[in-house]
T-cell receptor, first 113, second 114 residues
Framework: GQQLNQSPQSMFIQEGEDVSMNCTSSSIFNTWLWYKQDPGEGPVLLIALYKAGELTSNGRLTAQFGITRKDSFLNISASIPSDVGIYFCAGLHSGGSNYKLTFGKGTLLTVNP | DGGITQSPKYLFRKEGQNVTLSCEQNLNHDAMYWYRQDPGQGLRLIYYSQIVNDFQKGDIAEGYSVSREKKESFPLTVTSAQKNPTAFYLC?????????????FGQGTRLTVV
C-alpha cells in the first residue's frame, strides 16, 4: 500500500514550546488530514486540508498542504500539558471511485509541565 | 447526537474462535473503514466500503471479513485464520468526494485473544 513518512517519531518538549511535525509521501494526495489520539481512544480530527498550498489554523494548531501535494506539516504553538498524545497525518488518494485514507505511523508528543 | 459507535470497548476471545466487532454510524456517511492499530504503529487499513453491498480489501485483509448490508453498519469479523488478532481496532466513516471528505472515528475495540 501507499506509505506516508511521518516525522519525528516522538518529541519531548517543555510546556510553552512550539512543536512542528511533518508527513511526506511519494504519491500525490487530494486531501491531508491531521488527527490526535489519546491513549485507548479513537483519533480525533484536528485539521483538514483540501488544496495545495492551503494553510489552515485551529486555535494553537496550524497545518499546511504542501505545494507538491506530497507533503504536509502541523505546528502547535505554546504547547500545554493536554497536548500530550499521538498525532497522525493521513492522506486521501481519490482516483475514480476509489477513496482510500492512508495514515502515517504517528508522532508521540510528551509535554513536560 | 450523531457519531460512530463501536462495541464492545473490550473483547476477549479464545484462540481459534471467530469474533465480530460492531460499528454503527448515524452520520449518513457513504464510506466506512476498518483499521488495525498495534502498539507504536500507525493505522493499517483492513477493509473499506463506499456503498452498501460493496467493499474492498485494504492492506491487511487476510484473516478478516466484513459485510455492508446497511448504510449505517459495517461489522468486522476476525476469523481464526488471522494469525495475530490481538490489537486495537478502529472503525471510521466519511462522506465521499471533495471538501468534507474527513473520516471520523469510533472509540475503538481492544481485542485480546488468549
Amino acid at each position: 500500500g501507499q506509505q506516508l513518512n511521518q516525522s519525528p517519531q516522538s518529541m519531548f518538549i517543555q510546556e510553552g514550546e512550539d512543536v512542528s511535525m511533518n508527513c511526506t509521501s511519494s504519491s500525490i494526495f487530494n486531501t491531508w488530514l491531521w488527527y490526535k489520539q489519546d491513549p485507548g481512544e479513537g483519533p480525533v480530527l484536528l485539521i483538514a486540508l483540501y488544496k495545495a498550498g492551503e494553510l489552515t489554523s485551529n486555535g494553537r494548531l496550524t497545518a499546511q498542504f504542501g505545494i507538491t501535494r506530497k507533503d504536509s506539516f502541523l505546528n502547535i504553538s505554546a504547547s500545554i500539558p493536554s497536548d500530550v498524545g499521538i498525532y497522525f497525518c493521513a492522506g486521501l488518494h481519490s482516483g475514480g471511485s476509489n477513496y482510500k485514507l492512508t495514515f502515517g505511523k504517528g508522532t508521540l508528543l510528551t509535554v513536560n509541565p | 447526537d450523531g457519531g460512530i459507535t463501536q462495541s464492545p470497548k473490550y473483547l476477549f476471545r479464545k484462540e481459534g474462535q471467530n469474533v465480530t466487532l460492531s460499528c454503527e454510524q448515524n452520520l449518513n456517511h457513504d464510506a466506512m473503514y476498518w483499521y488495525r492499530q498495534d502498539p507504536g504503529q500507525g493505522l493499517r487499513l483492513i477493509y473499506y466500503s463506499q456503498i452498501v453491498n460493496d467493499f474492498q480489501k485494504g492492506d491487511i485483509a487476510e484473516g478478516y471479513s466484513v459485510s455492508r448490508e446497511k448504510k449505517e453498519s459495517f461489522p468486522l469479523t476476525v476469523t481464526s485464520a488471522q494469525k495475530n488478532p490481538t490489537a486495537f481496532y478502529l472503525c471510521a466513516s466519511s462522506i465521499m468526494g471533495g471538501a468534507g471528505t474527513e473520516a471520523f472515528f469510533g472509540q475503538g475495540t481492544r481485542l485480546t485473544v488468549v
